[in-house]
C-alpha cells in the first residue's frame, strides 16, 4: 500500500466532462459520493480540485458535510477566469467554505499565467500560510522554462508538472532533479495522458496520428513486460524517486479500484522496462499538450 500513499485522486470529473476516452460525462452526485466513499475506503487522503472545475468543489463540500468523520485533505487551485473578484483572499475563504474544511492543504495557482500576474498577493498568501488557513502554495505548470522560473521563490512549496509515458525523463528528469533540490514537492498529472493510452490507434485523429508509431511501441513493451498499460503507466510515476505525488482521475468507482490493482501490479515491474520507456522520445512536443489536440 506504500505506493498508494503517494496517490492524490483528481476531481475534475465530478465537476467537467473532461478525457477524451470519457464517453460518461459527469457522474451522478450519487455515483461521485460512491467515488469519494471508495478512495477513502482505499487509504486515499487528498483530493485535488479547482474552482474552475465546474461544481466539484460543491460535490466535496457536500460529501464532507455528511461525513464529517471520514474529510480529505484537500488542494485547489485559484483562477483569475474562475470568479469575477478575483481576489485571493475572497476565494480561499469561500473555497473553505464551499469545500467544508478549515485548511487548505495546498492552494495552487492554476497556471503559470496567473503565477506571473499575481506577484502582489503572494504575501497575501504567505500571511494566510502563517494563519493555517492555507498548508502549501503552489503552481501548476507546463513547460520546463516555467519549473525553471521557480526554482527560487522560496514562497513556493510545491510544484504540479505533467508526466507520463510520453512526456517522460527525456523531457522532465532535469526538471524533476532541480525541483527536488530546490526543496519544492514534486506533484504530477496526465500520468495516462487523458486516456490516450487506451485509445484505439485505428480511431486517431489525424493531428494524434502522429503518435501512433509510439503507442504501438508502448502496447509491445507491456507485453514484453506481461502487463497492463495502466499498470505501467502507473508504476513509472509512482516509482520515481523525484515525484512525491501521483495525481489521477477517474469516472466511476470500478475503474478507481481498477487502479488500485494497477498500482498493486507496477510494483513488480523491473527497471529495464522502465528504461525501455525511456528511450520513448516524441519528437513534436505540442502533442504532448492535450490542449493541442
Same mark, same amino acid.
Given at each position: ?18 478525457g477524451v476516452n470519457n464517453f460518461k460525462g459527469v457522474p451522478t452526485v450519487d455515483e461521485s459520493i460512491e467515488i469519494l ?16 472545475? @465546474?461544481?466539484?468543489? &460543491?460535490? !466535496?463540500? #457536500? ?7 471520514? =474529510?480529505? *485533505? ?120 487523458? @486516456?490516450?493510452?487506451? &485509445?484505439? !490507434?485505428? #480511431? ?7 503518435? =501512433?508509431? *509510439? ?79
Open positions: 500500500m506504500e505506493n498508494l500513499f503517494k496517490v492524490i485522486l483528481g476531481t475534475v470529473q465530478l465537476g467537467l466532462p473532461y466513499s471508495t478512495a477513502h475506503d482505499l487509504g486515499i487522503r487528498v483530493l485535488d480540485t479547482a474552482e474552475a472545475y @465546474g461544481f466539484a468543489q &460543491k460535490v !466535496i463540500g #457536500d460529501y464532507h458535510k455528511h461525513n464529517p468523520q471520514r =474529510k480529505f *485533505e484537500v488542494i485547489t487551485k485559484y483562477s483569475s477566469s474562475a470568479n469575477d473578484k478575483n481576489d485571493l483572499i475572497y476565494n480561499i475563504l469561500n473555497d473553505l467554505k464551499e469545500l467544508s474544511v478549515n485548511s487548505l492543504s495546498g492552494y495552487m495557482f492554476h497556471n503559470f499565467s496567473d503565477y506571473k500576474k499575481n506577484q502582489s498577493k503572494i504575501a497575501s498568501l504567505a500571511s494566510l500560510k502563517k494563519e493555517g488557513l492555507v498548508k502549501k502554495i503552489g503552481v501548476s505548470t507546463y513547460t520546463n522554462e516555467e519549473i525553471y522560473d521557480l526554482l527560487d521563490d522560496s514562497d513556493i512549496d510545491f510544484v504540479q508538472l505533467p508526466f507520463n509515458l510520453f512526456d517522460n525523463n527525456n523531457l522532465r528528469l532535469s526538471a524533476l532533479k532541480q525541483l527536488k533540490l530546490s526543496g519544492k514537492e514534486v506533484h504530477v498529472r496526465s500520468v495516462f495522458l487523458q @486516456g490516450l493510452f487506451y &485509445k484505439d !490507434i485505428n #480511431d486517431l485523429s489525424e493531428k494524434l496520428s502522429g503518435l =501512433k508509431k *509510439e503507442l504501438v511501441r508502448l502496447n509491445e513493451i507491456a507485453n514484453v513486460a506481461c502487463t497492463s498499460i495502466s499498470s505501467l503507466a502507473l508504476g513509472y510515476a509512482l516509482e520515481n524517486d523525484f515525484i512525491d505525488h501521483v495525481l489521477i482521475g477517474v469516472d466511476d468507482k470500478d475503474q478507481l479500484l481498477a487502479n488500485v490493482n494497477h498500482i498493486n501490479e507496477s510494483k513488480i515491474i523491473p527497471e529495464r522496462i522502465f528504461n525501455l520507456i525511456n528511450e520513448i522520445n516524441i519528437i513534436d512536443k505540442d502533442l504532448l499538450n492535450p490542449s493541442n489536440w
